[in-house]
């Protein structure tokens, strides 16, 4: 392996999976030098694949990975992260790096705690529409994180997608609920809406097409037209049309009561997870 880069310079991933590819992918198509990343990961093949793809350096071992970076991405599963942190703790009290984790449910305090204390770390929830560069990511900047490394993370996540920095540690868990299962409460819409259609009569290949293609331009809609959702419905709901209709049917089962309570179930489930990453 080529000699540790300066830290200023260096990026460190510890952790090789989906979400770490998605985002060297996104910095190498920003025309980030990946050669100056370096890539922790045990299992071979995802390394070589890493290698291959993007010209990275890639290690089995953190300790090697972590060497001369100013910047650590903390990117293995939260079940993880203690046994992934604890053996860094002397690298990280000796290099003090920006530490930035995408880790669901690990409190800054706590990796704090297993890297030995002291760090500038972010926090991060980003979703899975990131392995398409079309992600959200929320971030919470813990205690020490300057200007400087707060832009700095912001650019690193932001390759993915769109930003969005909180001001309180507890409202990631409300970013998880929103953002993060989000994905999930629309592939639940979907299915529902393609189970609807064949049950009307349409092909089920149709309704694929159909599904997909209307939730690609309500989503298009969303975003580019800089007007609320509520009048975006507006516009599409003539008095006594079809889409009035629906939307009655909709509210009569009580919709946006069920979204609020499914909302608040997930922010209350993350919330629990936090703590017993507390614990």
Known sequence: ????????????????????????????????????????????????????????????????????????????????????????????????????????????????????????????????????????????AGEGVDASQRSRADELLSSAGATVWIDAEPLIDAVTAVSGSGP???????????????????????ARILVVQTLLGAGRMLAEAGEAPAELRRRVTSPGGTTQAAIEAFQAGGLEALVARAVHAARERGAALAAAGDA
């Not at 009290?93 to 690990?106: C, N, Y």
């Open 1 to 140: 392996m080529t000699a540790p880069l300066p830290a200023s310079d260096s990026l460190a991933f510890i952790g090789g999976g989906n979400m770490a590819r998605s985002l060297i992918g996104g910095l190498a198509r920003r025309g980030a030098d990946t050669r100056t990343i370096r890539v922790a990961e045990p299992v071979a093949a995802l390394r070589e694949a890493l290698v291959a793809d993007f010209g990275v350096q890639a290690f089995e071992r953190g300790e090697d990975a972590v060497a001369g970076a100013g910047l650590w991405l903390l990117a293995v599963k939260p079940q993880m992260m203690r046994a992934a942190c604890e053996p860094l703790a002397a690298a990280a009290q000796a290099q003090r790096p920006l530490v930035v984790s995408i880790a669901a449910g690990i409190p800054v305090a706590r990796l704090q705690q297993w890297l030995g204390g002291g760090l500038p770390v972010v926090r991060c929830m980003p979703n899975t529409p990131a392995l398409l560069g079309a992600g959200v990511t929320g971030l919470y």
């Open 184 to 206: 999930a409460y629309v592939f639940l819409l979907a299915e529902a809406l393609e189970a609807a259609a064949v049950a009307e009569g349409l092909p089920a290949a149709d």
